[in-house]
């Protein structure tokens, strides 16, 4: 089992809906998530990280950590054909490592 | 702003040549890293270093090694460069006080013939 899963995709999202991003992790000690964007030949950037359970938004994304279940998820409102990219789930684990998931592939149609 | 940059963009190296691939950051970032990066695999983690001189082994480290010297450099070492290391090199430094949020470099894309 992985540490961390994601679905590969690719998502395919109309332009202006809600992106829906899933990551379920296998260690229930880690306290840190974080997801990273990357457009295709570049390299990952941060773009949101949360801690505690609940939701956190930042513009058009909204952050979910439910850490009983062991998932976090990234919701992408009004997405826009600049999402286009791949989206990294990664959690820092109860040994401090941070474990990067495969990351799932999201195309934004117009 | 946070900067890390890598001495490579693309490299295409010989089977058995010996690699060095060089990471330097500007924000005196105590954290270091090394990763790999394949289709369907996602991110692994090859060293790390969390100080000068220091360094750990991270999940896939053989075949290669690493050198911190100066607190803004990290440079990894493929000793003698195999086919199965052809793969998309990224470099990351991080600050322990700021929530071990990792900024990546752009990323060598090496190809070993």
């Known amino acids: 089992q992985k540490e961390v899963e994601q679905n590969s995709g690719p998502l395919s999202v109309p332009e202006g809906a809600i992106a829906s991003l899933n990551c379920t992790y296998s260690d229930r000690g880690s306290q840190s998530f974080f997801w990273y964007r990357q457009y295709s030949g570049k390299s990952p950037e941060l773009i949101m990280s949360?801690?505690?359970?609940g939701d956190k938004e930042d513009g058009r994304f909204t952050a979910q950590l439910n850490k009983a279940s062991q998932y976090v998820s990234l919701l992408i409102r009004d997405s826009q054909p600049s999402d286009s990219a791949t989206y990294l789930c990664?959690?820092?684990?109860?040994?401090?490592?941070?474990?990067f998931g495969a990351g799932t592939q999201v195309v934004v149609t117009p | 702003d946070v900067k890390v940059t890598q001495s490579s963009r693309y490299l295409v190296k010989r089977t058995g040549e010996k690699v060095f691939l060089e990471c330097v950051q500007d924000m005196d970032h105590e954290n270091m890293f090394w990763y790999r990066q394949d289709p369907g695999l996602g991110l692994r983690l090859i060293y790390f270093s969390y100080d000068v001189k220091m360094k750990e082994k991270g999940d896939i480290p053989e075949g290669y090694s690493v050198s911190r010297e100066k607190k803004e450099r990290f440079s990894l070492i493929l000793e003698s460069a195999s086919t199965n290391q052809t793969s998309m090199y990224l470099c990351a430094s991080s600050e322990p006080s700021s929530g071990e949020t990792q900024y990546f470099g752009p990323g060598t894309r090496l190809l070993v013939l």
């Open positions: 949360i801690y505690s359970n």
């Open positions: 990664a959690v820092k684990n109860s040994w401090g490592k941070l474990q």
